[in-house]
């Protein structure tokens, strides 16, 4: 019979610690270790210091406790401290690291790190059984028994750089907080640039990776960027000198190029500045960011980032052999997985070698599939000349349903691309009435992408096509319009899916169309993500400020509803984001009997060690139990021990500046979306017409686990629950075990994600 999770550790000891540079997230990764170690009956320790600590031992390595690592998921930086030990280096302070551990008894040791540190580690353990010989030849430091007992070590890596120049991982912790960093300070820039018709040359970090840069380029539609892996051919300085001026010429008043610190033969920014200042006569500034980037709270991605490879991470250490190789916890699309360590490392240093080299295009394959994308992505947008040669065909874009940020990143992207394959692009306002009453207009450059409302627009309540079919039949026709671009949330798919079942009576309809997924509920069919999703999550990570509020107070519970619709993925992410105890929503059901076990569970909880409580809720997660309703619960049943307060975030959710993930994913699904279109019009054109009636000639344009993907719109009616506008199987449902073990219930914990999502999926009564 298996042993239970709960049980796994029961006489184990394991070891966490932070090497090399700081990364936000690095505090939810150790949070994560301590919870789950304990949580399967593991002892665990805080090695402070890094290496450093390893080596000193005595006081650097302690015991943690679940209350030790409270109120640290918010923090950046890494509490328990890193720091750079050339002891660690020699064998010598490895054997002293060794006897530290094997007096306490720890023969698991999970590091947190650049690929520099988890070397380090795999050496350590590669080491061990002659670091524990040469222990026992002294006679002084371990006992036979006590090497016997630690006769294997154990080593877990997660890797932490804010660079993203680890390979084998889609996201290392930390990059998309400094992400956050940069775009935050790209944007005040943009408008003091803009007010003085400035040029702005931004360094960012990055000294053996572009990937910063790259997305910070593609966020903010910079006009040129430098990176390590790609520098620029011959006669570059003429190239950007025409793009500056002819961006110029369009009326823009600023220009942005972001360096990267390692690029090759601009590792200082001054040439660049040089050249603009002198040659262009444009007035010109330069701003190294430095470690900003490394400091403030980390990202709502980085901390469910980190938390879920925390949770892998001890379960690694717990299911290794002595014969299983050093792994490093890994995020691959939506999935966290176990990969080898040193083949990672080792391609990690393959890119470097070609770049040393000069193989660039090899160092940016091995980077990986989202690299290269990125990098191919920014290359198509960044031209300047749209053809001569026009493509003769009209492509319509429009927004439906309610806003949600990174929808104008998408929207440019779209036009954008349009405009280079040489379409004439139309821009349709307000949604499917626009598209009906013809509110169109030709587009020919859209330098919208900070913004978060709509400039296209969109209609709420909204309509749907249904309503005034024969009026968008007879605008099509009128604008000649050959494919449509329908960005939004469930309105669009299923406005698509009408237009698409009105074929047989229409056949104006007959034309390529896909649906772009923009809504901050994530909730729309074939994809994994939405635009607007991502900082609809970092808005309500302002839960931070509640529970400092509560904190500050003592002994206070904050009630907090989430918008969503029947669909619970803000809820449950931003309650893994923020450390909430519990949060209700519809695809887990729930009655009076578990919200009494949540209340009892906070108050036990409170008059112990807890000072404060956060408990989210979905907004239509039960039609009964109410925010009011579950307020006054907590209420009464809290009273002596702590009192309620209730926030209800409401739209806020929906505006804001979009986040560099929707940007980013906002601008390559655009762009992929065109790109698709222009070869569906290709296949469908004949005897002069467009005419498209196949099923998948309708498609969703999702984000399944690192893909993008084209899935019909008819194929998708059956994995959905058209009822509550929601799919009916949902990913992300696979993390609300860790919500909970984060929270302290006891509960069933399959080592397996996909089994946990079953589990829920069979709870709810939804069976596919």
């Given at each position: 019979m298996e042993q239970p999770a709960s049980k796994m550790g029961e006489g184990r000891a394991i070891a966490v610690l932070t090497s090399g540079g700081d990364a936000q997230g690095m505090n939810?990764?150790?949070?994560?270790?301590?919870?789950?170690?304990?949580?399967?009956?593991?002892?665990?320790?805080?090695?402070?210091?890094g290496y450093q600590g390893l080596v000193d031992g005595g006081d650097h390595i302690r015991p943690a406790t679940w209350e030790s690592v409270s109120m640290m998921l918010q923090l950046g930086g890494t509490v328990i401290g890193s720091a750079r030990c050339q002891d660690f280096r020699t064998k010598e302070g490895r054997t002293k690291a060794a006897c530290n551990l094997v007096k306490l008894g720890i023969t698991n040791l999970c590091v947190i790190g650049g690929d520099g540190s988890l070397t380090g580690a795999n050496q350590f353990r590669n080491e061990w059984s002659e670091l524990l010989a040469d222990l026992i030849k002294t006679g002084e430091r371990i006992t036979s028994a006590e090497a016997k007992g630690s006769s294997h070590l154990h080593i877990v890596g997660m890797v932490g750089s804010i660079d993203n120049d680890f390979c084998g991982t889609?996201?290392?912790?930390?990059?998309?907080?400094?992400?956050?960093?940069?775009?935050?300070?790209?944007?005040?820039?943009?408008?003091?640039?803009?007010?003085?018709?400035?040029?702005?040359?931004?360094?960012?970090?990055?000294?053996?990776?572009g990937y910063l840069a790259l997305v910070t380029a593609l966020a903010c539609g910079a006009d040129w960027v430098f990176i390590p892996e790609m520098p620029p051919d011959d006669g570059w300085e003429e190239h950007l000198c025409r793009r500056l001026t002819e961006q110029r010429g369009r009326g823009s008043r600023l220009n942005i190029i972001i360096v990267a610190e390692g690029a090759i033969d601009h590792r200082n920014p001054n040439l660049s500045f040089q050249l603009v200042s002198k040659k262009l006569g444009f007035d010109t500034r330069m701003t190294i960011l430095g470690h900003v980037q490394r400091g403030g709270t980390p990202s709502a991605f980085d901390r469910i980032l980190a938390s879920r490879m925390g949770v892998e991470a001890v379960m690694a250490l717990l299911e290794a052999t002595?014969?299983?190789?050093?792994?490093?916890?890994?995020?691959?699309?939506?999935?966290?997985?176990?990969?080898?360590?040193?083949?990672?490392?080792?391609?990690?240093?393959?890119?470097?070698?070609?770049?040393?080299?000069?193989?660039?295009?090899?160092?940016?394959?091995?980077r990986g599939k989202s690299f290269e994308n990125n990098w191919n992505t920014y290359k198509m947008l960044a031209h300047v000349h749209i053809p001569e040669t026009k493509s003769n065909f009209n492509i319509a874009v429009l927004n439906v349903g309610a806003p949600c940020a990174g929808m104008n990143a998408a929207v440019r992207s779209t036009v954008r691309i349009g405009l280079l394959q040489g379409h004439h692009m139309l821009a349709v306002h307000e949604g499917f009435d626009g598209l009906a009453h013809g509110m169109a207009f030709y587009c020919q450059e859209v330098t919208f992408f900070q913004q978060a409302t709509l400039l296209i627009g969109t209609v709420i309540p909204m309509s749907l096509p249904h309503e005034f079919m024969e009026e968008i039949s007879q605008s099509i026709t009128k604008f000649n319009i050959?494919?449509?671009?329908?960005?939004?949330?469930?309105?669009?798919?299923?406005?698509?899916l009408e237009m698409v079942q009105a074929r047989e009576k229409y056949e104006e309809l007959c034309i390529p169309l896909v649906v772009v997924p923009a809504t901050v509920s994530n909730n729309v069919p074939g994809s994994d993500f939405s635009i607007g999703a991502d900082t609809a999550l970092n808005t309500i990570t302002t839960c931070d400020r509640i529970k400092q509020s509560a904190a500050g107070t003592k002994r206070r519970v904050f009630i907090v509803e989430t918008m969503g619709g029947y669909c619970g993925y803000l809820a449950t992410m931003a309650a893994l984001a923020s450390g909430a105890d519990a949060a209700y929503i519809y695809e887990e059901h729930f009655n009076i009997h578990d919200l009494e076990l949540n209340v009892e569970h906070l108050v036990e909880k409170m008059k112990t060690t807890v000072k404060r409580g956060l408990i989210l809720r979905n907004e239509k997660c039960n039609a009964n139990y109410?925010?009011?309703?579950?307020?006054?619960?907590?209420?009464?049943e809290g009273k002596g021990v702590f009192d309620c307060r209730k926030n209800v975030l409401g739209h806020m959710q929906q505006g804001g500046t979009p986040s560099p993930f929707d940007r980013n994913f906002a601008t390559k699904i655009g762009l992929k979306s065109v790109l698709w279109l222009t070869d569906k019009l290709k296949e469908c054109y004949r005897h002069g017409r467009v005419f498209a009636d196949s099923p998948d000639s309708a498609c969703v344009l999702g984000m399944t686990k690192r893909s993008l993907v084209f899935q019909p719109l008819e194929e998708l009616k059956d994995q959905t629950d058209f009822e509550h506008r929601i799919p009916k199987i949902q990913w992300w449902l696979k993390l609300r075990p860790i919500l909970k073990i984060m929270a302290k219930y006891e509960i069933n914990l399959d080592t397996t994600e996909k089994a946990a999502m079953e589990h829920v999926i069979t709870k709810r009564g939804v069976v596919p």
């Open positions: 939810a990764a150790v949070r994560a270790t301590v919870r789950v170690g304990i949580y399967t009956g593991a002892k665990v320790y805080f090695v402070h210091e889609d996201m290392t912790i930390g990059t998309d907080s400094a992400l956050h960093r940069i775009i935050e300070i790209v944007d005040a820039i943009t408008t003091t640039a803009q007010s003085h018709q400035r040029t702005f040359i931004l360094e960012v970090m990055g000294r053996h990776c002595p014969d299983t190789p050093a792994c490093v916890v890994s995020l691959s699309g939506n999935m966290a997985v176990r990969l080898p360590l040193m083949e990672c490392v080792q391609v990690t240093k393959d890119v470097t070698t070609a770049m040393s080299e000069g193989r660039f295009d090899e160092a940016v394959k091995l050959h494919a449509i671009v329908i960005i939004g949330g469930f309105e669009a798919f299923i406005g698509g109410t925010t009011d309703f579950i307020f006054n619960l907590y209420t009464e």
